[in-house]
């Protein structure tokens, strides 16, 4: 079997793909969008899926202890917490170290706190479970202690964080099988134009004897083109999308940590290209297939 | 090199095309297949390049059992044989010359080759000062020589010409029928489909008269009017 010239191929599959240009045109558009949207949640999900991740980590408790309480109060709601059956650590953050604490994680930005006139900030202790699923029940009772003004915990959030991303994913996926079929049928129709197009021709190869390769390779070029170029479409604007919101985000919510780093979008950005090949190539072959096929072998 | 054993097609629709056909072509024959329109002369010879595969029956071509090959084996046959057309199926946008270097392109044939390969046989079919014109610019009679260029420019054992002439007015026909002649003589097999009783007569060839889907007379150095 000896395949046409790449020469060839590409130059036949650019003449059909500016023949039908607005067709070309749907094909590429459906490509980008279904592959903007694949990118978009996958991008999404690896965030929460990170955030929870993070949360989970930290899954401590934290009391805050009312304001203005004697340091003997102190001391004492802190034994009470550590005699507590099922606590598995004590730590005490004290009201200076809260803010030291808050200045670091604010960073550049910790000038905002400087015009405060007094610490806003209580004591606190911080509680790490033997078992988590005790720290529900720990943190009732350690709401109940007197000089304890709120107890809070990052239990909840977490499963629903999960839960969340457990919803994203299938719709991602749905979203994309169904977009990603429309895809393939809309290359499969600019195909099957351009087979038609050329029927002649086509017809005259086959009687001169060229193989099937040869007539198939510049339809499938002609696919892998409209793939191609949906596929790096999708991902030009899912790379400049992602790259604005981490800036967006890490200028004015300075406390939500999104994953970065250039091996996550180079990844995403691999995927998205071998999908657009995929369906390029998927979308011709059915179209070609059939009008290829031998009668009755 | 031809062999067609009983072969009976029956096509989807019912129709039946040919009827337990038997004959033998041998290499180098110049053959006239004559008959009605709708006797079976367009079956037979798709049968040859595996266009339709026989309902009952075998065919052989150059040794090999047409019907048993594979379909990825049908380009390199068809490769062997050079096929001429009463609509000539010439490509509109190629030039007299692209037109032909397409049928060595669609082999794989080098470039090196296809420059040498073009000029030589229009010059053969006396066409090599129209090869830059396309297909609208030139005659009938000059579209079937640069059809017949692209059927011989493999140097194909076997010619299948269906109807060559049958668009042509009788003198540029004969101009053809010559073309052919001389084409045979340097031993290309022919088989040819035509109606045209006066080329038939006057060529003295092999006439294998079809009709109904049945051979009814193969005659050597035969003649066509009186079954009609």
């Known amino acids: 079997m000896r395949i046409s010239t790449p020469v060839y191929c590409l130059r036949e599959a650019l003449v059909s793909l500016l023949r039908n240009s607005w067709l070309t045109l749907a094909s590429i558009s459906i490509v980008t969008i279904s592959l903007i949207i694949l990118g978009c949640s996958l991008l999404l999900v690896m965030n929460i899926d990170y955030l929870a991740q993070q949360l989970e ?12 309480l004697e340091s003997e109060e102190v001391r004492n709601i802190g034994s009470k917490i550590k005699s507590t059956t099922g606590v598995a650590e004590v730590k005490f953050v004290s009201k200076e170290k809260a803010l030291e604490e808050m200045k670091k994680s604010l960073g550049d930005r910790a000038e905002i706190l400087d015009s405060l006139e007094e610490n806003p900030l209580p004591d606190a ?30 239990k909840g959030v977490v499963e629903k964080l999960l839960a969340l991303t457990h919803w994203l994913r299938a719709a ?55 793939g191609l170029i949906g596929a790096v479409l999708a991902a030009g604007a899912v790379n400049l999308g992602y790259f604005a919101l981490v800036n967006k985000v890490g200028q004015s919510l300075p406390f939500i940590t999104l994953v970065t780093g250039e091996d996550v979008l180079v990844r995403v950005s691999g995927l998205l290209l071998a999908l657009g090949f995929f369906i390029g190539i998927f979308g011709s072959f059915i179209s070609i297939h059939r009008f290829l096929a031998d009668k009755k072998t | ?111 090196k080759y296809i420059r040498k390969a073009v000029p030589a046989v229009l010059q053969r079919v006396g066409m090599l000062d129209k090869a830059d014109c396309y297909p609208a610019q030139i005659s009938g009679g000059e579209q079937q020589r640069v059809g017949i260029a692209r059927a011989i420019v493999n140097n ?37 489909a035509t109606h045209a009783w006066d080329i038939v007569e006057s060529m003295k060839r092999r006439v294998i008269r079809i009709s109904n889907g049945k051979i ?13």
């Open chain 1, 57 to 68: 980590s930290k899954l401590e408790i934290s009391i805050f202890l009312e304001q203005d």
């Open chain 2, 1 to 111: 090199m031809i062999h067609f054993y009983n072969v009976t097609k029956i096509y989807d629709n019912g129709v039946k095309a040919l009827s337990d056909v038997s004959l033998r072509i041998r290499k180098g024959d110049f053959v006239f297949l004559v008959g009605p329109s709708g006797a079976g002369k367009s079956t037979l010879m798709k049968m040859i390049y595996r266009e339709e595969l026989p309902t009952r029956g075998q065919v052989m071509f150059n040794g090999r059992n047409i019907a048993r090959m594979r379909s990825r084996e049908i380009p390199y046959l068809r490769r062997k044989i050079g096929m001429v057309f009463q609509d000539f199926r010439l490509l509109p946008q190629k030039t007299v010359a692209e037109n032909v270097s397409f049928a060595l392109e669609v082999t794989g044939a080098s470039r």
């Open chain 1, 125 to 154: 202790y911080r509680v790490k479970a033997e078992d988590a699923n005790h720290v529900p029940a720990l943190a009732r009772s350690f709401e109940e202690l007197e000089g304890v003004e709120m107890v809070r915990y990052g």
């Open chain 2, 156 to 192: 194909p054992l076997l010619i299948l010409a269906d109807e060559p002439t049958g668009n042509l007015d009788p003198e540029t026909a004969k101009d053809i029928m010559d073309l052919f002649n001389s084409i045979n003589r340097s031993g290309t097999t022919i088989i040819m």
């Open chain 1, 172 to 226: 991602g996926f749905t979203l994309l099988g169904v977009l990603g079929l429309a895809a393939v049928f809309l290359i499969a129709t600019t195909i099957r134009m351009s087979v038609f197009a050329r029927r002649r021709e086509i017809s005259i190869m086959k009687l001169l004897g060229a193989t099937n390769w040869y007539i198939r390779a510049p339809f499938l070029m002609e696919g892998l083109i409209m």
């Open chain 2, 216 to 228: 009814i007379s193969d005659e050597e150095s035969g003649v066509y009017g009186f079954a009609y």
